[in-house]
């Protein structure tokens, strides 16, 4: 059966401080990935999706960037962290229509 | 871009009433899928709709997909405190780089249950 993870589960980083955040997947080959960012309360935005290794699609402009080194290996990267940056990121993985998405890591920005 | 709308934002009902969340997309869409979001969860897949006017039922929970595949519905019978979270709808439709799925979450509706 499939799996994702992501780590880690929390993070308080101060800003200005660079970001990483990785998320794999077991169970599944060339799977489409995806990283989400949830604000307090609010809905999903999409950041970035990609449907191979190092084919990387960016939805909104923004100090983040994602790679994908290894097909089920995705990462979420900063070089300097906003406050804006604050949120619940989630990464997800699908074959079709259907997403799951993995447990999430909570981000706080001071 | 493909934009996807839900109402309400939240909605506070008694135990045992029922509840209904609406979805509406700016285009056509390919399928629409149901995401449920526990309080301090990540969402978890309900159910897909690929048809015309197609409706699906799992237990208390109701599913519509438009004649026009531009909106879709969810509705639950005689709520229960289970039903506590979030509730997403998410529509497919072509990517503008094609050959790929896009799918666009809608706003979401949060849902109270008061026991």
């Known amino acids: 059966s499939q799996t994702i993870h992501q780590w880690p589960a929390t993070l308080v980083q101060p800003v200005g401080s660079p970001l990483s955040l990785e998320c794999t997947v077991e169970?599944?080959?060339?799977?489409?990935l995806y990283w989400y960012r949830q604000a307090a309360g609010r809905g999903l935005q999409l950041l970035f999706y990609s449907v191979g290794i190092g084919q990387i699609s960016s939805e909104v402009p923004q100090n983040l960037s994602a790679s994908r080194p290894q097909d089920r290996q995705f990462i979420l990267s900063s070089k300097k962290l906003l406050l804006s940056d604050s949120g619940f990121y989630l990464c997800?993985?699908?074959?079709?229509?259907?997403?799951?998405f993995g447990p999430g890591t909570r981000l706080t920005v001071l | 871009g493909q934009q996807v709308m839900q109402i309400p934002q939240y909605q506070h009902v008694q135990e045992g009433e029922d509840f209904t969340t609406y979805c509406n997309s700016s285009t056509t869409l390919s399928n629409i899928q149901w995401y449920k979001q526990r309080p301090g969860g990540h969402p978890v897949f309900l159910i897909q709709?690929?048809?015309?006017?197609e409706v699906k039922k799992q237990k208390r929970l109701t599913f519509q997909f438009g004649e026009a595949k531009k909106n879709s519905s969810l509705h639950i019978t005689a709520t229960q405190t289970t039903d506590v979270g979030t509730y997403f709808c998410?529509?497919?439709?072509?990517?503008?780089?094609?050959?790929?799925?896009?799918?666009?979450f809608g706003t979401g509706t949060k849902l109270q249950v008061i026991p």
């Open positions: 998410a529509g497919s439709g072509w990517a503008n780089s094609g050959g790929y799925q896009k799918v666009t």
């Open positions: 169970g599944t080959s060339n799977p489409n």
């Open positions: 709709l690929v048809k015309s006017g």
């Open positions: 997800a993985w699908s074959k079709g229509s259907e997403q799951f």
